[in-house]
C-alpha cells in the first residue's frame, strides 16, 4: 500500500504569513494527488488537483506543486479563513491514502 | 446543483450492522464511479471504499470484509452495508462522487458504535 506522510501535523502562523505543507508519498504517484481544505463540522473542500492545478473559485494564493513523491501546498499569504485543517489524498492505485491533515491555527 | 445526502447513521451495538445510504441529484449517476470516505471524532480522513459505474469496488484493509458498497443505478443511490461493526468504526461517513478525485461531497451521517 502507498503510504502518505504528511507534515507538520500543525503550525501555528500569523495572518499574512506564507505557510507550506509538505506530503511525501511511500513511492512514486505521479501527480495523482489532491489537496482539500477542512473546517469544523463541514465536508472537506477540493482546492487542488493533479497535483498543482487549482479548483475553480479558490483564491490564488493557494498553490501546489511536486511530483512522483513529494508534494507542497503554499499559502502565499495566510488569511483569516484560511484557518483550517489540511489533507492531501493520493488516488494513484489503491487503497487510496490521505494524508494525517496539518491544522493551521491563529498565532 | 449536484448534491449528495447522506443517511441511516446511528447508534448500533459492537458486532451489530447498520446500512447507509447517498442520494443523488443534479447529474447521471449511472456514469460516475461513488466513495465512501469517514472521519472518527477529532481525527483525520479515512478512505473506505469506491464502486465504478460498472459494480467493480475496492475496499480499505480496516473494513474488507466487513462491509459492501453497492448501488442502485435506478434510484440514483450508492449504499454502504456494514457488518460486525467495531468501536473503532464510530465516524462520519460522507459520500463523494468521482470525477477524477473526490468532488463534490455530503454533509455526512454519523455512526456511533457503542454499547
Known amino acids: 500500500d502507498i503510504q502518505m506522510t504528511q507534515s507538520p501535523s500543525s503550525l501555528s502562523a500569523s495572518v499574512g504569513d506564507r505557510v507550506t505543507i509538505t506530503c511525501r508519498a511511500s513511492q512514486d504517484i505521479r501527480n495523482d494527488l489532491v489537496w482539500y481544505q477542512q473546517k469544523p463540522g463541514k465536508a472537506p473542500k477540493r482546492l487542488i488537483s493533479g497535483a498543482s492545478s487549482l479548483q475553480s473559485g479558490v483564491p490564488s494564493r493557494f498553490s501546489g506543486s511536486g511530483s512522483g513523491t513529494e508534494f507542497t501546498l503554499t499559502i502565499s499569504s495566510l488569511q483569516p479563513e484560511d484557518f483550517a485543517t489540511y489533507y492531501c489524498l493520493q488516488h494513484h492505485d489503491y487503497p487510496w491514502m490521505f494524508g494525517q491533515g496539518t491544522k493551521v491555527e491563529i498565532k | 446543483e449536484v448534491q449528495l445526502l447522506e443517511s441511516g447513521g446511528g447508534l448500533v451495538q459492537p458486532g451489530g450492522s447498520l446500512r447507509l445510504s447517498c442520494a443523488v441529484s443534479g447529474f447521471i449517476f449511472s456514469n460516475y464511479a461513488m466513495s465512501w470516505v469517514r472521519q472518527a471524532p477529532g481525527k483525520g480522513l479515512e478512505w473506505v471504499s469506491i464502486i465504478y459505474s460498472g459494480g467493480g469496488a475496492y475496499y480499505a484493509a480496516s473494513v474488507k470484509g466487513r462491509f459492501t458498497v453497492s448501488r442502485d443505478n435506478s434510484r440514483s443511490t450508492m449504499y454502504l452495508q456494514m457488518n460486525s461493526l467495531r468501536a473503532e468504526d464510530t465516524a462520519v461517513y460522507y459520500c463523494?462522487?468521482?470525477?477524477?478525485?473526490?468532488?463534490?461531497w455530503g454533509q455526512g451521517t454519523l455512526v456511533t458504535v457503542s454499547s
Open positions: 463523494a462522487k468521482l470525477t477524477g478525485w473526490l468532488d463534490p
